[in-house]
């Protein structure tokens, strides 16, 4: 029988948060994060990315290839496009159009044979870690109809007994 190594909840839980920090647009506390992470263990691969993307977000470009570069190469097809797509602005950021190239390539290949989109944007030239941040969110709901709006805000003043009045008249525009 093998034995699967365990990994620290603390350790799965700041890969977690870094990888939120991320997505919210906040590089420098998911660096914070993995910064706490002693031995990523079996997540190596996914630590090293998280870590290659926050410090490219950061605009520590020569810093943030090596941990790339890893992840690239330990992570497999198609996993490994992500790490690949942020190597290439990497090189290309730090002078290295040829490097670039060739790891935004192999990006577009992996994405090709695998039909899959990025899910964290290239950041290229148009990034500004100090002055712009943009979180997405899409909201869909189906409209109620009219009646059952009007009663549903009804219910809603009766359930809520002790109402306050704010001087605020609703008829009024």
């Given amino acids: 029988m093998m034995m699967i190594p365990r990994i620290p909840q603390k350790t799965v839980r700041r890969l977690i948060a870094a990888e939120g920090y991320l997505e919210l647009g906040m ?10 992470v002693t031995d990523p263990g079996s997540l190596t691969a996914s630590f090293s990315f998280l870590r290659g993307e926050s410090l490219k977000r950061i605009g520590r470009f020569s810093e943030a290839i090596k941990p790339l570069q890893y992840a690239a190469d330990l992570l497999p097809i198609p996993h490994s496009q992500l790490p690949w797509k942020s190597l290439g602005a990497c090189y290309r950021e730090s002078g290295q159009s040829d490097l670039a190239e060739t790891a ?4 577009d290949e992996i994405a090709s044979e695998a039909n899959i989109h990025l899910r964290f944007e290239p950041l290229g030239s148009q990034y500004n870690p100090v002055v712009h941040h943009e979180v997405h969110l899409t909201i869909n709901f189906e409209p109620m109809p009219e009646e059952e709006q009007a009663q549903s805000d009804e219910d809603i003043l009766l359930e809520n007994e ?5 001087g605020i008249d609703p008829e009024i525009e």
Avoid at 104 to 107: G, L, S
Avoid at 162 to 166: R, Y
């Fill in 162 to 166: 002790e109402t306050e009045d704010f």
């Fill in 27 to 36: 590089p420098h506390q998911a660096l914070r994060e993995l910064d706490k």
């Fill in 104 to 107: 935004e390539q192999t990006a």
